[in-house]
């Protein structure tokens, strides 16, 4: 039996096969993954997830496709998107704490959970204003900025580990650190807890005002992007690595060292995965010829 054949027979998931990954990626790059699956549910995930291993046909999780760059030829994986089989969100209050918990979904937008949170007065998670993505691809990188991150405020997360094993983990039983949850190498997650405070709707939008005011002013968010390409090294700045160096609107083809952040890579009209991945390497070249300093990437690369 084929691939095809044998995932097709999976009930409540919706297959598209050969879809360009340029549709579903930030960058707007990318070939065709061998197929798309969307499991209408956690049922019906587990359910594909395990013809997909016993295949032996890699698989990946895709969330908002803010933080990857895809090939620009075929990728031989499974690609699962989860927004409708984990999209869910549940509250409730732990009066003797003052505190509220939600359990939000992996397959929900990271800006819609913080809508939420700013309308129904809880603080938190309001410093990740304006990133883009799903709630478990932050989860996953342990999304942030220089206030905070996601794992600030998680009590749990529930996944399904390399077995398949449905598990939930404890905030102190991960090591969250710069750009990493401590999430083991193979696990799918389908959401987290949050504890949250009160704090007035209007004190949380005039902060989320001011995050995205900034970020409109700093960041090149006229262009596709991936958002910061290199993780900052140890003390230093990544971008103001990149700008020392004369990078700034540095080319390759149509892929452009940002002019107003030299960290974001954008994509200038039609820039290839090629181009990209170029000019990444040009950089960290150049930052290592210029400053001894080898820049670790925070985008990830499928192949």
């Known amino acids: 039996m084929d691939i095809r054949s044998a995932l097709e027979s999976v ?21 065709p993954a061998r ?7 956690e049922r019906a995930l587990c359910a594909l997830l395990e013809p997909v291993r016993d295949l032996g ?8 496709g803010s933080n990857v760059l895809a090939p ?6 499974a690609v699962i998107q989860l927004n409708a089989a984990c999209n869910g969100l549940l509250r409730s209050e732990q009066g003797a704490q003052e505190q509220t918990v939600l359990h ?46 996601i794992s600030g405020s998680l009590i749990s997360i529930d996944l399904l580990d390399a ?3 449905r598990r939930s983990i404890r905030r102190d039983e991960l090591t969250p650190c710069y750009r990493k949850m401590g999430i083991s190498e193979g696990s799918v997650v389908l959401g987290a807890s949050f504890g949250l405070e009160p704090c007035p709707t209007d004190h949380l939008k005039s902060s989320a005002a001011r995050i995205l005011q900034y970020r409109r002013r700093t960041q090149p968010l ?19 690595l990149i700008e020392r160096a ?18 974001w890579i954008v994509n200038r009209g039609k820039a290839s995965a090629r181009e990209i991945l170029g000019l990444m390497v040009e950089i960290e070249n150049e930052i290592f010829a210029t400053f001894g300093v080898r820049l670790e990437r925070e985008i990830r690369i499928l192949d």
């Open 57 to 64: 046909l890699p698989f990946l999780v895709l969330g908002g």
């Open 11 to 31: 009930p409540d998931v919706d297959f598209l096969f050969d879809e360009p990954l340029a549709r579903h990626t930030t960058f707007r790059v990318g070939g």
């Open 72 to 77: 620009d030829g075929v990728l031989d994986a």
């Open 246 to 263: 004369g990078l700034k609107g540095h080319r390759f083809g149509d892929a452009e060292v940002s002019k107003k952040h030299a960290n």
């Open 222 to 240: 006229r262009y596709p992007s991936a958002g910061s390409v290199f993780k900052n090294p140890p003390g230093q700045s990544a971008g103001t």
């Open 35 to 41: 197929l798309l699956a969307r499991p209408r549910s």
């Open 163 to 165: 077995d398949g094993v």
């Open 104 to 149: 939000a979904g992996a397959g929900m937008k990271l800006q819609d959970l913080i809508g939420y949170c700013i309308e129904n007065g809880l603080r938190g998670l309001e410093s990740l204003t304006g990133i883009p993505g799903t709630v478990g691809g932050a989860l996953v990188m342990n999304a942030g900025t220089l206030e905070d991150s």
